[in-house]
């Protein structure tokens, strides 16, 4: 990337016809997913259009943002340099910190979100995962960092305090920390849910955590700034891990790894608890970056698998489910329903908090933020397009038996052949049994959730790849491990990062909380934030529809409600910076994110249809109480009040949610019409400029121009 304030060079014919030839691939695969119909297309189109979308993006939007609209300055000293305490603030490589940002941002979403959407087809999908991430998700990710560097690493909910004031403040930051427990609830019990009684998994994915302090250790005290080296010893201690893992399962040792779902529970508390108070050199951002080898190795393998065997989408370009909105796997019409079932690889509230949260306490130079923030959130999308993949090109005679419930299908085979084939859809008995024994599963059916349909997906492509039908069940599991691994990864960044946010409200009545390195503070807050999400996980894990399972339904609206939020903000400052001619960077995303997410809190508060209406299906099972009748998935009586109770919470906590956003809005309009008015009224909480002492690349290889001065710098020594 050119750094703000030097001279544009001309496009030379080379990369004319090389950036011509990319929009070309791309063009060619958005025209045969748009236009071919009734007939099976290739998933390596899928991939082609993403990838050349991607490039284009980052290439041009992403650089004119940088560039034009935000102007990154180069000799600026970022709070990692002038801050640094070695606990929360610390110059990071930037290529660990951009593992550690993809690890952080990179949880459940994309796996899983994408997988349920393909009840819809897999254009709908297809289009908001890659026009969403290079217009809005990409774009909300690198402008939070941005201002939040700009801060002192301030969390979004404190921003929004400062920036828009105390009312919109006051709901920004109670809607972000509510919104951040209940995701770190649903994230936790995907990964217990995935671990438990899995040796295998937890094995493999508990060496990481002895990796990774080494690597911190190695990196920060045996051979500073030795990148490439610890990369390569931890990619080496990685997947002998990952094939020790398969040891354990069959040794004597499974025993000892196969873990309940409570004991699981308090492990994961006690893991939250230390990655949020130690130092980010020795856990946090080492772990992140080995788990992103494995992240990118598994999804890039996955689009090569996909080029190679050239699998057909099987799965309709658009189904009948999208107009009826009455699907088995979730219900509701495609507009609003499929932008908040695709939670993330999008548009993600989540990731403002982690662009406010670790990350900007980490970054070198400002000029890192383009491919920190807007190509980390790329990657994601892709890994949301290779999940849209996976979940389009099996049987969706198979998909919908996997992911429609046992109320719906029944829990046999052949009652699940003939549901699917009141779907429009067709599968054998004898099929689905078969399926089940290539990947050594007792039973396929109602794998609800989007892993397990993922983990097929991943099967049949890596089978065909790497040692033929044998190794089905091998990758099957292999698959399951790995989403494992990519939602623990959100799990403790989110922790530290609800830490910061807690640590920034208390902050307002009690200042010394606001330094987010004070020991006290430290631990009072990283205890309170595991205490949350660990109740709500320990009751969801023993009460199967209490706890977490309870707040389950709100899950996607609360994280694009926080993105609206996040836009917020981004549209506000940049407004009371000057950037106004800019604000509609931020401010269409904003429009089209509230439109979507308000429709869908409306729908699911005052919806008719019990499936979709919080408080319509309270008043339908309410009735069937009443009348003495037991309605699923409720088993018993106290289970039909404690889905009566359920319901209820969902429905007043969903409409609190977007009166709280509703107020953030407003607010920050006001904010901007005042500013308009009487721009010498407003404040800005921006640091002070200090120049920077620090010499590092942009990008992930350094320039002709940044290799002179590296090589200058080291001459020159301390």
């Not at 403790?492 to 020991?519: C, E, H, P």
């Not at 009040?641 to 409409?655: E, I, M, P």
Request: proline residues 5%.
């Amino acid at each position: 990337m050119r750094p703000a304030g030097r001279p544009r060079s001309a496009a030379s014919p080379r990369k004319i016809a090389l950036w011509t030839a990319v929009a070309l691939v791309g063009a060619a695969g958005w025209t045969l997913l748009a236009l071919s119909r009734g007939e099976e297309v290739s998933a390596a189109w899928m991939v082609a259009a993403a990838l050349g979308s991607y490039a284009i993006g980052y290439r041009f939007y992403a650089r004119f943002i940088a560039t034009r609209v935000l102007k990154f300055d180069r000799t600026r000293a970022t709070p990692a340099e002038r801050l640094n305490d070695g606990v929360d603030f610390h110059p990071t490589d930037r290529r660990v910190l951009l593992g550690h940002h993809f690890a952080a941002i990179a949880g459940a979403g994309p796996l899983v979100g994408p997988v349920l959407a393909a009840q819809m087809g897999y254009l709908p999908g297809t289009i908001w995962i890659i026009v969403g991430v290079v217009f809005a998700g990409a774009v909300q990710d690198m402008v939070v960092l941005f201002f939040s560097t700009r801060r002192d690493g301030r969390s979004l909910g404190q921003m929004a305090r400062e920036e828009i004031g105390v009312v919109g403040g006051a709901a920004a930051l109670l809607a972000a920390f509510a919104i951040m427990i209940i995701l770190l609830g649903v994230l936790a019990l995907i990964i217990v849910n995935a671990l438990a009684e899995s040796p295998w998994g937890t094995f493999s994915i508990g060496m990481t955590i002895p990796i990774a302090l080494l690597m911190g250790f190695y990196l920060r005290v045996l051979r500073p700034g030795r990148v490439t080296e610890v990369s390569l010893i931890g990619v080496a201690l990685l997947l002998l891990a990952l094939v020790a893992g398969r040891w354990v399962a069959d040794s004597s040792w499974a025993d000892t790894f196969t873990l309940e779902p409570g004991t699981l529970v308090v492990w994961l508390v006690v893991y939250g608890f230390i990655a949020s108070v130690l130092p980010v050199w020795t856990l946090l951002a080492p772990r992140d970056y080995l788990s992103t080898f494995m992240k990118i190795g598994t999804i890039g393998l996955l689009a090569v698998g996909v080029l190679v065997t050239v699998p057909r989408l099987k799965m309709d370009a658009v189904t009948d489910f999208a107009g009826r909105g009455d699907g088995p796997v979730f219900a509701g019409s495609l507009f609003p329903f499929v932008f908040i079932t695709i939670a993330c690889g999008a548009l993600s509230g989540f990731h403002a908090l982690i662009s406010s949260g670790t990350t900007p306490k980490m970054v070198q130079k400002e000029t890192q933020i383009r491919m920190i923030g807007y190509g980390s959130m790329l990657m994601e999308s892709f890994v949301a397009v290779m999940a849209l993949v996976a979940a389009s090109i099996i049987d969706p005679g198979l998909y919908f038996a996997m992911n429609a419930p046992a109320g719906v299908i029944g829990d046999t085979v052949q009652s699940a052949s003939q549901a699917v084939a009141q779907f429009g859809y067709s599968i054998s008995p004898d099929q689905l049994a078969a399926a089940a024994k290539a990947v050594e599963e007792h039973t396929l059916l109602s794998r609800t959730g989007g892993a397990p349909t993922l983990a097929v997906g991943v099967a049949d492509i890596f089978s065909q790849v790497f040692g033929g039908a044998g190794m089905k069940a091998f990758w099957y599991h292999f698959a399951i491990m790995f989403e494992a691994l990519f939602i623990l990864t959100a799990l403790d960044a989110g922790t530290r990062v609800g830490r910061f946010m807690l640590q920034d409200m208390l902050g307002n009545i009690y200042k010394s909380f606001r330094r987010v390195s004070w020991k006290p503070g430290l631990v009072l807050c990283s205890a309170a934030v595991v205490a949350l999400w660990g109740y709500f996980l320990w009751v969801g894990v023993h009460e199967p529809l209490g706890g977490i399972n309870q707040l389950f339904p709100v899950f996607g609206i609360a994280n694009q409600l926080l993105a609206a939020v996040a836009l917020t903000v981004c549209t506000t400052l940049l407004v009371k910076s000057g950037r106004l001619k800019w604000a509609w960077i931020t401010g269409v995303p904003l429009a089209w994110d509230a439109t979507v997410t308000l429709t869908a809190s409306w729908q699911k508060v005052f919806s008719g249809d019990p499936k979709v209406g919080f408080f319509t299906q309270r008043s339908v099972y309410q009735d069937a109480i009443d009348a003495g009748k037991v309605l699923p998935p409720a088993k018993s009586m106290d289970d039909m009040h404690t889905v009566v109770t359920n319901s209820t919470v969902d429905g007043v906590l969903s409409a609190v949610l977007a009166l709280l956003i509703v107020v953030v809005i407003a607010d920050a309009a006001r904010v901007c019409v005042r500013h308009l008015r009487r721009p010498e009224a407003s404040r800005l909480s921006e640091a002070p400029y200090v120049r920077s002492a620090i010499v590092a690349p942009a990008g992930l290889v350094a320039s002709k121009e940044e290799k002179a001065e590296l090589a200058a710098a080291e001459r020159s020594g301390p």
